[in-house]
């Protein structure tokens, strides 16, 4: 049986002496029709691809859901962090999208390693790695010929470039517009009620990024929750801090915080934990029942999401219950039928919020189910 090349094979193979091989892979790489994608990274790099990106990996942990979210689904993520993966299979996400329990996160390490054999075999269009992390974690993948975004982290301008950088790259650029529309719909109205907020009217809040391991507080610079904590009408009562400093628990009783927000990181953290403990329960957060212990949606509520003004709004409601009424239930169903065509049940919203674990936390009963 003879086995023939098509027409177009045939003319490539007849010109290959003069083309060579560099300029053959350039025309595989570039389909004929395709529209080509360039724009410049947080990096300041140039990112060029032949067209929408259909297979992407996300080393960094916040950028796998929000690809989900751009592209209303997950056939376009191919790989993820394993941190990441662990907010799928314990949060919601796990379940709308039952297959995203079974994309690979051995692409990477949780420190941001990339695994450069697990990448080739999931064979990405596009990786997105962090701009700030060292050459020695971004060389792997540009020396092994993967087309690299680079993205930084901190402040939600940040966020929303990286965003538009994803949605441009997949080529979902009208959806997009959708959901950095409502960012900055939720930013302004949250902005234009607490400007009329006295200084010192702000309640002093505390985020622990890390409790269980050891304790950890995040202080200013590039904390997005210190600016999620000031949009929704807080003061940062680790402001002395500059990035994420080990603390103890006599720190914290020096700081006497009026709010104690608990990370989502940790599964096992739950406020009992603050109410329990002989120091931190002297704190007026403890004594006045204001420990939160921030919600696990489509990802975790503490660093920038697709989800993040559902947790400003959450924020906002906790810490002036007699300025915000935003019906949160109402704004996390119409969130989620756009973020993932799914329809958000009462049961769900109570597993997001931990209503049940949150026990009889100040103002928490306005989150409850009717």
């Given at each position: 049986m003879t086995i023939g090349f098509p027409k177009a094979a045939t003319r490539v193979r007849k010109v290959l002496p003069f083309m060579g091989l560099a300029l053959v892979f350039a025309l595989?790489?570039?389909?004929?029709?395709?529209?080509?994608v360039v724009f410049t990274d947080q990096a300041n790099r140039e990112v060029r691809l032949p067209k929408p990106a259909d297979r992407v990996v996300s080393i960094v942990i916040p950028m796998a859901s929000n690809l989900i979210a751009l592209d209303g689904g997950t056939k376009k993520l191919v790989g993820m962090n394993p941190t990441a993966k662990s907010a799928v299979t314990q949060g919601i996400l796990g379940k709308i999208f039952p297959e995203a329990k079974d994309i690979p996160s051995d692409v990477t390490s949780p420190s941001f390693v990339p695994n450069v054999e697990a990448l080739a075999a999931v064979n990405p269009e596009l990786v997105v790695q962090w701009g700030d992390i060292g050459e020695e974690k971004v060389a792997p993948l540009t020396n092994a010929g993967l087309t690299t975004m680079l993205i930084l982290y901190g402040t939600e301008e940040l966020t929303q470039g990286y965003m538009t950088m994803a949605g441009k790259a997949i080529g979902q650029n009208e959806r997009l517009k959708a959901l950095i529309d409502w960012r900055d719909a939720v930013r302004k109205d949250l902005a234009a009620k607490t400007a009329f907020i006295p200084e010192d009217k702000k309640p002093r809040a505390l985020y622990l990024q890390r409790a269980l391991t050891d304790l950890a507080a995040s202080g200013t610079k590039g904390n997005y929750t210190e600016w999620s904590i000031e949009l929704a009408g807080g003061r940062n009562a680790a402001a002395e801090l500059v990035g994420t400093v080990t603390i103890n628990k006599e720190q914290v009783a020096a700081w006497n915080p009026d709010v104690i927000f608990l990370n989502?990181?940790?599964?096992?953290?739950?406020?009992?934990?603050?109410?329990?403990d002989p120091?931190?329960?002297?704190?007026n957060a403890a004594k006045n029942h204001k420990v939160y212990k921030l919600p696990l949606g489509g990802y975790r509520w503490d660093p920038p999401s697709q989800e993040s003004p559902l947790s400003w709004m959450?924020?906002?409601n906790l810490l002036h219950p007699d300025v915000f009424h935003y019906d949160l239930r109402a704004e996390m169903k119409k969130a989620y039928k756009t973020l993932y065509h799914y329809d958000l049940a009462d049961a769900d919203i109570d597993g997001?919020?931990?209503?049940?674990?949150?026990?009889?936390?100040?103002n928490y009963a306005q989150f409850k189910a009717n």
């Open positions: 595989a790489a570039h389909p004929a029709g395709a529209q080509e989502a990181f940790e599964a096992e953290l739950d406020p009992s934990w603050v109410y329990k120091i931190l329960s002297l704190t959450w924020m906002a997001v919020l931990w209503t049940a674990s949150q026990g009889d936390a100040a």
